[in-house]
T-cell receptor, first 113, second 110 residues
Framework: NAGVTQTPKFRVLKTGQSMTLLCAQD?????MYWYRQDPGMGLRLIHY???????AKGEVPDGYNVSRLKKQNFLLGLESAAPSQTSVYFC????????????FGPGTRLTVT | LAKTTQPISMDSYEGQEVNITCSHN???????ITWYQQFPSQGPRFIIQ???TKVTNEVASLFIPADRKSSTLSLPRVSLSDTAVYYC???????????FGGGTRLMVKP
């Protein structure tokens, strides 16, 4: 049981490049989330999903897109990376409506130059 | 959107009890209060969750007064390994606009 895994762990992009971050969970959770955490700051919700095929915007969605084609996977895309998107990205999952505990992945450290 | 306010940092010594208070003045009726712990270079980890009164588990207690406008995380007899950032999270079970806030940086000294 791996829990929540994220790929890749580190990535360096140049401004304007695109990339996709992959989050996978093996706990059969309905809810999945993408957060970003800037140095010394708290986590901010980018997008989330309440089930396969559904996504919703969080607090800071601009510049990101997401997809949840399979229940176990949640993809975060950056179409045209900007230096302001340099951050650590965390994925999380939870059972759903009556269980609020979120399980977090190890994070992806992204640098945009 | 329920916003939380926590102290930026706290210091303690090994063996002491630590209480971290979170203010959430505009908490909604359906909101639960959840606390997470985060070590450097790791994702947050769930500690405890509650709705009202007192909740206790093997690592912490959570005290919530009747008006639910604040909550206190209590860590009994802290050790050096409890040095971390602690986040108070308030939100409904629909997952709407989850707000972690800045967290409280706890430093436990020998």
């Amino acid at each position: 049981n791996a829990g929540v895994t994220q790929t890749p762990k580190f990535r360096v992009l140049k401004t304007g490049q695109s990339m996709t971050l992959l989050c996978a969970q093996d706990m059969n959770h309905e809810y999945m989330y993408w957060y970003r955490q800037d140095p010394g700051m708290g986590l901010r919700l980018i997008h989330y999903s309440v089930g396969e095929g559904t996504t919703a915007k969080g607090e800071v969605p601009d510049g990101y897109n997401v997809s949840r084609l399979k229940k176990q996977n949640f993809l975060l895309g950056l179409e045209s990376a900007a230096p302001s998107q340099t951050s650590v990205y965390f994925c999380a999952s939870s059972l759903g409506l009556t269980n609020y505990e979120q399980y977090f992945g190890p994070g992806t450290r992204l640098t945009v130059t | 959107l329920a916003k939380t306010t926590q102290p930026i940092s706290m210091d303690s010594y090994e063996g002491q009890e630590v209480n971290i208070t979170c203010s959430h003045n505009n908490i909604a009726t359906n909101d639960y209060i959840t606390w997470y712990q985060q070590f450097p270079s790791q994702g947050p980890r769930f500690i405890i969750q509650g709705y009202k009164t007192k909740v206790t588990n093997e690592v912490a207690s959570l005290f919530i007064p009747a008006d639910r406008k604040s909550s206190t995380l209590s860590l009994p007899r802290v050790s050096l390994s409890d040095t971390a950032v602690y986040y108070c999270l308030v939100g409904d079970n629909a997952g709407n606009m989850l707000t972690f806030g800045g967290g409280t940086r706890l430093m436990v000294k020998p």
